[in-house]
């Protein structure tokens, strides 16, 4: 029969840019479909965890058999996550969460006025940076996305938020990263790159990444 690695286990994969207002009508996000999230979560359930989809608005349907929490800006994402990390064993951040936000969100639509308008932002928390800090037993997965110097880049990632792993996406190459249902990425550990992985579906990419984690899981567990 079908393999389940992750039978019994929690995972909470996050999905998605994130929306943050400027006024009732206007936003800023940025280009994450939400397909390299989902993926994941689909691979998962698939895998036999009890899933949690945290996402930012997509074009998407939640993945069959997976909770799906749906939320807009930065905070509300940070607030979805953080109030259900102690339940899970396993976090993925592949969300593009906005590292900033508007100053004010305008309550009423903001009026054409002068010929140059100033938007002031102020820096939304680093949610996997929390993570980072908060975790007991989680096992804890970012993504980063870089358009240079990848393999510097995630590494230095990785040790600043204290993740497990990283997956790295080079999203200036054809075929990776944003919008696109197929990906190039490597994968880091602590001590450095584990897995490199050609160009591939999204759900392949999942599937490597989560048995990895599953691998992972059991070495920790048996220690
Ligand atoms: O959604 P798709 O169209 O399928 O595209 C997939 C993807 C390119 C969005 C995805 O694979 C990816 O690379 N996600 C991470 C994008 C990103 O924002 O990377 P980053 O290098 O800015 O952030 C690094 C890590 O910190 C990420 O795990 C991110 O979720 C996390 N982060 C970043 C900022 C912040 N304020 N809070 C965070 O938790």
């Not at 102020?122 to 007991?136: A, F, H, M, R, S």
Request: glycine letters at 8%; a neutral charge.
């Amino acid at each position: 029969g079908e393999k389940k690695p992750l039978a019994g286990k929690r995972v909470l994969v996050t999905a998605g840019g994130t929306v943050e207002r400027l006024d009732p009508v206007r936003y800023l996000t940025n280009d994450s479909s939400g397909k390299m999230g989902y993926a994941i979560a689909e691979e998962a359930v698939r895998m036999g965890a009890q899933v949690t989809l945290v996402s930012g608005p997509t074009a998407l349907s939640a993945p069959a058999g997976a909770q799906l929490v749906r939320v807009q800006s930065a905070l509300d994402m940070r607030e979805a996550v953080l109030s259900r990390l102690d339940a899970q064993d396993v976090v993925v951040k592949a969300a593009a969460v906005a590292d900033y936000r508007p100053a004010e969100a305008a309550t009423q639509k903001i009026k054409k006025k002068a010929d140059t308008l100033t938007l002031q932002l102020v820096k939304n928390p680093d949610i996997l940076q929390e993570i980072g800090t908060l975790k007991t037993h989680q096992f804890v997965i970012g993504f980063a996305a870089e358009t240079e110097n990848l393999d510097d880049y995630a590494m230095d990632k990785l040790n600043r938020k204290n993740c497990d792993l990283i997956v790295g996406n080079d999203v200036s190459q054809a075929g990776a990263g944003f919008g696109t249902d197929t990906n190039i990425v490597r994968i880091y550990d602590r001590s450095g790159l584990v897995q490199a992985l050609s160009l591939r579906s999204k759900s392949e990419v999942a599937r490597e990444l989560l048995q990895l984690a599953a691998q992972r899981l059991i070495s920790v567990g048996d220690a």
